[in-house]
């Protein structure tokens, strides 16, 4: 596919994708969905890529949905913008490899979704956040209500929802949203830091990690666990694990090749 408004560039086993709609201050289209969704598919299978930071160009992250398309759509039109948001944050959140949002700016509506839908989220700290949906006469439903509740709890979600009003990093860091607040001018260097710990870590092990996180919490404590185990016992199949147990004993740091 040729991407129009994302860019992916890839370095030493890391993947950067970055959202260049810079006009709409990286407004999610419909075209801009179906690009995710596409380029997460191919990133998930490409072997190069095993860390992923998800980032926008300007000063926005993403400001939400595009409201200018969306404006005028009818209920079964809008439905199948709404399908096509949510086949690419699915995408997204699936993806075997831990993805990283690096949010650089406005982090608003569909697109503090879409940053739920990451495994880490690092902030710069002149970010900010919302789901300004309320002032436009609707309700954020694309996992804003469902994902966030789960995240950050009820109370602070309805709060976010129910007046639409934005916060700053450091609010969004102490109600949970956040993994880290660094300077504006650091994002990069910092985001690439965390990538650059991830992929010390054997793969094998991490993807297995965060298809356990995912699908866990929706599960039963038993259920979840039984997962857990199953996985745990699939990584006695890799050199990874012998590897790093056998470093471990050795009193050196592990050498993984990620198989
Ligand atoms: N959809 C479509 N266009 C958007 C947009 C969105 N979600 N967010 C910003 N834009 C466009 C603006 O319309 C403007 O375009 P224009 O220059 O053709 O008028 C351009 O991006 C720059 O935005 P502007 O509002 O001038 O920047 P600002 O710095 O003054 O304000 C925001 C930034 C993010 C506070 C403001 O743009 C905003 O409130 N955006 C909507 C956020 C929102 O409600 N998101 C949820 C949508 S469901």
Excluded: H
């Amino acid at each position: 596919m040729e991407y129009k408004s994302l860019l992916l560039t890839k370095e030493n086993g890391l993947g950067i994708v970055t959202i260049n709609r810079p006009d709409v201050l990286n407004a999610r289209n419909n075209e801009l969905s179906n690009e995710m969704y596409d380029m997460f598919t191919a990133i998930e299978n490409d072997p190069e890529i095993r860390v992923v930071i998800l980032t926008g160009t300007g000063k926005s992250f993403i400001a939400g949905a595009d409201i200018r398309e969306i404006m005028e759509l009818g209920s079964v039109q809008v439905e199948a913008f709404l399908i096509m948001a949510r086949r690419a944050r699915d995408r997204i959140y699936g993806c075997k490899q831990p993805v990283i949002a690096a949010i650089n700016g406005f982090c608003l509506g569909g697109g503090l979704e879409v940053a739920l839908c990451c495994d880490l989220r690092i902030a710069s700290e002149t970010a900010t956040f919302g789901l300004p949906e309320i002032n436009l006469g609707i309700i954020p439903a694309g996992g804003g209500i469902a994902r966030l509740v789960k995240l950050i709890g009820m109370a602070r979600a309805k709060e976010m929802i129910f007046t639409g009003d934005t916060c700053d990093s450091q609010a969004a860091l102490k109600m949970g949203f956040l993994n880290q607040v660094v300077p504006s001018g650091k994002l990069m260097d910092e985001a690439k830091a965390m990538a650059a710990r991830l992929l010390s870590k054997s793969s094998i092990a991490l993807n297995y990690a965060k298809k356990s996180c995912n699908s866990g919490v929706d599960m039963s404590l038993a259920a979840a666990t039984d997962m857990d185990e199953n996985y745990f016992c699939r990584c006695f199949a890799s050199e990874d694990q012998k590897e790093g147990m056998q470093a471990f004993v050795e009193k050196r740091k592990a050498n993984f090749k990620n198989r």
